[in-house]
Every structure is written in structure tokens, then in C-alpha cells.
């Protein structure tokens, strides 16, 4: 390795990412030590990652809700992986209730619609890409199933 690589910094990505140690060593030693310039390899790596996983069969994962504040709004999302592993993963059901609340607040009428909507969260990317970084970091392919938003008067 050209470059020493700081222990802090490592732990700080690793924790930020969930990428593998490996990934994360790598991505510094690629930067120089740029902490920033890291997170962005990191992300590419990610998405790379997930292109090649875009081909596999998505037969497993979970039916989750999600109720607005209020109660005046529901989401049931049907969201699929590749096994009943990642499915029970505390990252597999973040992005499911990420992307409920996607759908309780944008209203999206299909799944197309939804995967390029902006990211209500961060703006810089779309739930497309939301759900490829948790595919860079899961190492399994992951896709909306279907999804039912529910609203009073509606």
C-alpha cells in the first residue's frame, strides 16, 4: 500500500457506509487519505456493484407498512430480495420504510415513476440510486414488488 492509511478515518467510513473493510482501505488508499474523495469511490463501487446484481431473481422479501403522523396516510410496499437473509437485515427494512415514505409523500403512480423520483431525503439522487448503494452494500439485488399508497378522501 503507497499510503498509510489513518485507522480513525477507516473506522469513520466503515461506519458511515457499512462497506467492507477491504472496500473502505481500498477507496482511502485510491483517494490519499481525501476522506471525501473516498465516500465518492465508495458510492461508484457501490453502483457498480449493483449493475452486475441487476440480471438475478428477486424471490424473497417482506410486505411492510408505514402510517404518516397523523394517520391520514398509509403506504403497503411489497419489497423484494434475493434471500430471506437480507430480507430480515436492519438495512433491507430501512430502505423499505425509506421508500414508503417516497411513496406517502410524492404519490407516485408506478414503480417507474417511483425508482426515478428525487430522493425526498437527499436530492442528489433518485430512489433508483438509493436502492442501488443498498445493493452495493448488501451484495444482493434488490426491487420494488409493488406498492398501494392509501389516503383519507381519496
Known sequence: MAN???LQQLKKLRAETSASV????????ESN?????????????????????ADRETSQ????????AGGKVGVLLELLCE?????????FRNLAHEIEMQVAA???ENTDELL??????????????????????????ISVGRFQRFAIGE
Open 4 to 6: 498509510k492509511i489513518d
Open 106 to 108: 410524492m404519490n407516485p
Open 116 to 141: 426515478n423520483q428525487e430522493y425526498i431525503r437527499d436530492g442528489s439522487q433518485t430512489v433508483e440510486q438509493l436502492i442501488k448503494g443498498v445493493i452495493g452494500k448488501l451484495g444482493e439485488n
Open 83 to 91: 434471500t430471506d437473509f437480507v430480507a430480515k437485515t436492519d438495512e
Open 61 to 68: 422479501g417482506i410486505i411492510d407498512s408505514y402510517i404518516h
Open 33 to 53: 487519505g481525501d476522506y471525501t474523495k473516498a465516500l465518492a469511490w465508495l458510492k461508484k463501487r457501490g453502483l457498480e456493484k449493483a449493475e452486475k446484481k
Open 22 to 29: 477491504s472496500d473502505c482501505r481500498t477507496a482511502l488508499d
